[in-house]
């Protein structure tokens, strides 16, 4: 199973709308609604950001949204903040009863 | 509230076997799913496998397939990774996640170094 692709960085100053995209396969993004978003901080597990592609868990802020169109699935960040600035990963179930990984995307707020 | 304790850091020879283990406290244990997800230094996160309480539907991933072992042990509220014939690109942080239903991972352990060197 390869790794679903996502861009390498993306950036954005304070306030500002950034997306960052996941693409994936008929096997993956595009088979179920089941796309999760997760934020990674240097040296910290990750935490729990989007799931069913559009649903927050309790707590995330709502400065986060998620979409999807076929194959590619997207985190939206809205009102962007310092602290945003993490790595990003999105995971999808897949129609193999597995999960996959995107290779992850920096967001450097500048 | 939620927990995930994972052991500590582990250095291994190549070749050798590790043992990772993952205690849960704070939600009804037996009801969940655990997964296993690592991360090498530098790279992106890897799914490697899902426990289930019926052992026929434990899952791993292909890259993993006689490699590696995910059992439980419910008095002790723990989940175990048993990773085998290590290589060097074995090291890695290794965390264990509870599935929160809905095919996603909702909380995480805080991650145990794996390095293997000679």
């Known amino acids: 199973q390869s790794a679903l692709t996502q861009p390498a960085s993306v950036s954005g100053s304070p306030g500002q709308l950034i997306t960052i995209s996941c693409t994936g396969s008929s096997s993956d993004v595009g088979a179920y609604d089941l796309v999760s978003w997760y934020q990674v901080h240097p040296g910290k597990a990750p935490k729990f950001m989007m799931y069913h592609v559009t649903n927050r868990p309790s707590g995330v802020s709502n400065r986060f949204s998620g979409s999807k169109s076929g194959d590619t699935a997207s985190l939206t960040i809205s009102g962007l903040q310092a602290e945003d600035e993490a790595d990003y990963y999105c995971s999808s179930y897949t129609t193999s009863d597995t999960w996959v990984f995107g290779g992850g995307t920096k967001l450097t707020v500048l | 509230q939620v927990q995930l304790v994972q052991s500590g850091a582990e250095v291994k020879k190549p070749g050798a076997s590790v043992k990772v283990s993952c205690q849960a406290s704070?939600?009804?244990?037996?009801?969940?799913?655990i997964h296993w997800v690592r991360q090498a230094p530098g790279q992106g996160l890897e799914w490697m496998g899902r426990f289930t309480p019926n052992p026929r539907d434990i899952i791993y991933a292909q890259e993993f397939q006689g490699r590696v072992t995910l059992t439980r042990d419910t008095s002790t509220r723990t989940d175990y990774l048993d990773l085998s014939s290590l290589r060097s690109d074995d090291t890695a942080v290794y965390f264990c996640?509870?599935?929160?239903?809905?095919?996603?991972?909702?909380?995480w352990g805080q991650g145990t170094l794996v390095t293997v060197s000679s």
């Open positions: 704070g939600f009804t244990f037996t009801k969940y799913y």
């Open positions: 996640a509870r599935d929160g239903g809905n095919h996603d991972f909702d909380h």
